[in-house]
């Protein structure tokens, strides 16, 4: 079976710095997506970025890219120029390529935003 | 397009009794997965129903059960519910012909008493 494992349960960021979010996962498969999704207060869950295992090239999407490293089954978001409403949990997921929509969630990480 | 809409958005119940939630998915979208989410537990996957049908099931008693209609909106239900099942129920809608694309609905909070 799939693990995801978010290995930092709170982080903090100042205003337009940059933090980056870690996520280890666990798999024999290849063929498989990795996700990351944003859920602030009001808990709908909103996709960040996604990755397919089978570009080498990191996803980036406006200030949030990632460093996926496939061989060391890692996958961290990056969010440069953190404003306020960045502040949200973040789930890393996985999602098998064989097996329709079922995602594997981490644990989560909370981010605060300190003006 | 309107978004995934899930009714109710809350729901308070007692013990035993039983409690069916609704998720209106994106149209055009054939696939509607569930999931819970608990402090305890996080995020969970219930079950996946496309074209009416259950495609993959997580692991969770039998007391949840689901289904799909042919306009692909769908429900799912628990029977005699636990203090336990108290949660944020999410679900989620996708293109089956797009695996990247997997949208959420606002989630209906339910409480057990």
């Known amino acids: 079976a799939q693990t995801v494992t978010q290995s930092q349960p709170e982080m903090s960021v100042q205003e337009a710095e940059t933090v980056t979010l870690s996520c280890t996962y666990d798999?024999?498969?290849?063929?498989?997506?990795l996700f990351w999704y944003k859920q602030p207060p009001s808990r709908q869950m909103i996709l960040v970025i996604r990755q397919e295992a089978y570009k080498q090239q990191n996803a980036t999407e406006n200030r949030f890219s990632v460093n996926f490293q496939k061989a060391a089954k890692s996958f961290s978001l990056k969010i440069s120029d953190s404003q306020l409403g960045d502040a949200a949990m973040y789930f890393c997921?996985?999602?098998?390529?064989?097996?329709?929509?079922?995602?594997?969630f981490g644990e989560g990480t909370q981010l605060t935003v300190n003006p | 397009k309107a978004g995934v809409t899930q009714t109710p958005r809350y729901l308070i119940k007692t013990r035993g009794q039983q409690v069916t939630l609704s998720c209106s998915p994106i149209s055009g979208h054939r696939s509607v997965s569930w999931y819970q989410q608990t402090p305890g537990q996080g995020l969970q996957f219930l079950f996946e129903y496309f074209s009416e049908t259950q495609r993959n099931k997580g692991n969770f008693p039998g007391r949840f059960s689901g289904r799909q209609f042919s306009n692909s909106r769908s429900e799912m239900n628990v029977s005699t519910l636990e203090l336990g099942d108290s949660a944020l129920y999410l679900c989620a809608s996708m293109d089956g012909l797009n695996y990247n694309e997997q949208f959420f609905g606002p989630g209906t909070r339910l409480t057990v008493l």
């Open positions: 997921a996985y999602r098998s390529g064989t097996s329709g929509s079922r995602l594997t």
């Open positions: 798999t024999s498969e290849s063929d498989y997506y």
